[in-house]
């Protein structure tokens, strides 16, 4: 089976711009998760998408959001971005909603300028 | 609160020696267990989750409850063991399918 796949995987923005990026889970996967890698924070956990319902969400303003589509496919909104944001962005999908291995995807380098 | 820390930021062994990463973690309820790895240029893969008690790459890793830890082990380390590893607890009780990811630890194997 193919991986997850993540597009584009990498972007330039500049401050105050929006951007969209978007997840294709493995064919199968119904869940997917979002997650920020950072320097400085880590990996951090943004929102969780099952059955095109957001199920969990981290501490990130309001400016990050999602959503998921009938075929399972994701996408991730960042509007107004700040210098903070650059970031890789990870999405991760598992078969179903909890209780199952998370894999992921090869992440979108994100630079904002 | 959720906390999971890896103390050691930086290990490094050579070749042919036992490596042991260490992972502590505070966490309500009970949590279950993951080992993610990243090579170099690589995407996060999964190494080892608790409940399956398997041995991925001759790595192996005990749940302790009672010291809330969860090393992991290796007795012979190679080179191509050199990559960053996170530890990963996640409680679907309190927040479902969310992996906490420590710090991580990159483990370089010298030959």
């Known amino acids: 089976k193919a991986g997850v796949t993540q597009t584009p995987r990498y972007l330039i923005k500049t401050r105050g711009q929006q951007v969209t990026l978007s997840c294709s889970p493995i064919?199968?996967?119904?869940?997917v998760s979002w997650y920020q890698q950072t320097p400085g924070q880590g990996l951090q956990f943004l929102f969780e998408?099952?059955?095109?319902?957001?199920?969990n969400k981290g501490n990130f303003p309001g400016r990050f959001s999602g959503r998921q589509f009938s075929n399972s496919r994701s996408e991730m909104n960042v509007s107004t971005l700040e210098l903070g944001d650059s970031a890789l962005y990870l999405c991760a999908s598992s078969l179903v909603y909890l209780a199952d291995t998370q894999y992921f995807g090869p992440g979108t380098r994100l630079t904002v300028l | 609160a959720q906390r999971v820390t890896q103390p050691e930021k930086l290990l490094s062994v050579f070749k042919g020696a036992p490596v042991e990463l260490k992972c502590n973690y505070s966490y309500s309820g009970s949590p279950e267990l993951f080992w993610y790895v990243q090579y170099s240029r690589q995407r996060l893969q999964l190494l080892l989750r608790h409940i399956s008690r398997e041995s991925i790459k001759g790595f192996t890793a005990d749940l302790n409850k009672g010291e809330t830890s969860f090393h992991l082990k290796k007795p012979f380390a190679q080179e191509e063991d050199s990559a960053m590893y996170y530890c990963a607890p996640r409680s679907l009780e309190t927040s479902g399918s969310r992996l906490t990811f420590g710090e991580g630890t990159q483990l370089t194997v010298n030959p």
């Open positions: 998408y099952f059955s095109e319902t957001q199920r």
């Open positions: 064919s199968g996967h119904r869940s």
